[in-house]
């Protein structure tokens, strides 16, 4: 059974910074590209960053860029995501998406998810 647990959200002031992290167990880490998704109150969950397998490929929503940056450890089965200089706007519930196929910014391109992690931004 693929596993997908998320950390490191919480509650922060404008300006401020958060790393999420994801760690993927049941699966071989390294066979999977990775994506990061996010769910503001009363919308739809969106596209925000993912990495292919080797971590060679980045793409980012436009809202962060310049802003948030994904990474991967496959050593640690771990997939991040350094948020800078975050807005209230980037409030949500983060989730973190696994997929055996090539890296997509849509929802149904990935068949692996974590339980989501909430990051507040306060003015």
């Known amino acids: 059974q693929v596993r997908l647990v998320e950390s490191g959200g919480g509650l922060v002031q404008a300006g401020g910074s958060l790393r999420l992290s994801c760690v993927v167990s049941g699966r071989t880490f390294s066979s999977l590209g990775m994506g990061w998704f996010r769910q503001a109150p009363g919308k739809e969950r969106r596209f925000v960053a993912s990495i292919s397998r080797r971590g060679g490929d980045m793409y980012y929503v436009d809202s962060v860029k310049g802003r948030f940056t994904i990474s991967r450890e496959n050593a640690k089965d771990t997939v991040y995501l350094q948020m800078d200089s975050l807005k209230p706007e980037d409030t949500a519930v983060y989730y973190c998406?696994?997929?055996?196929?090539?890296?997509?910014?849509?929802?149904?391109?990935?068949?692996?998810w974590g339980q989501g992690e909430q990051v507040t931004v306060s003015e």
């Open positions: 998406a696994g997929t055996t196929s090539y890296v997509s910014k849509l929802k149904d391109g990935y068949e692996y």
